[in-house]
């Protein structure tokens, strides 16, 4: 099981809110950075550090923390954000790193 | 624009050794953390591991006896190598660049993936 964890699977109305979290205990101390994963293709970040948007990606994507909990919010959901969502940080050791188990957004 | 592109077999024997190599156009490799991270199909996202600007590799604990990750600065390449495989390690394999924000890092750009089976 990932030392990181998230929920399997949300769904959100079309325009509405979804707030993705992802828990563990190397959150309290390091940030995340957050994929979205569309079918057949390669991840694409979407967020890193404390709320960091690459080039390209919609202000919709938002991040935040708070104590072991990291979250993803998508302000507004559009039907192309229909994907799974993974968070990465450090693992407790703080050594290595380690992918959430992903949550798939329905839209 | 930075582009990562994988090469090597799509199949491999069990007990063998999967090879892998990652081509990098558009920006140099002598910098960021370049990373090898799997995905068997159905499943979620593994970091296997990196190998840093400095030649510093960092595995992950679970596949460190028989990972090792290289780099041809010459060639702009890094490469994966996987040992004494099993049908477990059948996974599409990405390679991607990491780019350091202070203590974490962010997959800013990969590769396509490379779909390997093991059989």
């Known amino acids: 099981s990932s030392e990181l964890t998230q929920d399997p699977a949300v769904s959100v109305a079309l325009g509405q809110t979804v707030r993705i979290t992802c828990q563990g205990d190397?959150?309290?101390?390091?940030?995340v950075s957050w994929y979205q994963q569309k079918p057949g293709q390669a991840p694409v970040l979407v967020i890193f550090?404390?709320?960091n948007r690459p080039s390209g990606i919609p202000d919709r994507f938002s991040g935040s923390r708070s104590g072991n909990t990291a979250s993803l919010t998508i302000t507004g959901a559009q039907a192309e954000d229909e994907a799974d969502y993974y968070c990465?940080?450090?693992?407790?050791?703080?050594?290595?790193?380690?992918f959430g188990s992903g949550t798939t957004v329905t839209v | 624009q930075v582009q990562l592109q994988e090469s090597g077999p799509g199949l491999v024997k069990p007990s063998e050794t999967l090879s892998l190599s990652c081509t990098v156009s558009?920006?140099?490799?002598?910098?960021?953390?370049w990373t090898w991270i799997r995905q068997p199909p159905g499943k979620g996202l593994e970091w296997i591991g990196h190998?840093?600007?400095?030649?510093?590799?960092n595995y992950s604990p679970s596949l460190r006896r028989r990972a090792t990750i290289s780099v041809d600065t010459s060639k702009n390449q890094f490469s994966l190598k996987l040992t004494s495989v099993t049908a477990t390690d059948t996974a599409v394999y990405f390679c991607?660049?990491?780019?350091?924000?202070?203590?974490?890092?962010?997959?800013?750009?990969w590769g396509q993936g490379i779909l390997v089976t093991v059989s």
């Open positions: 990465m940080s450090r693992d407790s050791s703080g050594n290595h790193y380690v």
């Open positions: 550090g404390k709320n």
């Open positions: 991607a660049r990491g780019y350091s924000y202070g203590p974490g890092l962010g997959f800013d750009y």
């Open positions: 558009g920006g140099s490799i002598s910098s960021y953390y």
């Open positions: 190998i840093s600007y400095s030649g510093i590799t």
């Open positions: 190397s959150l309290r101390i390091y940030y």
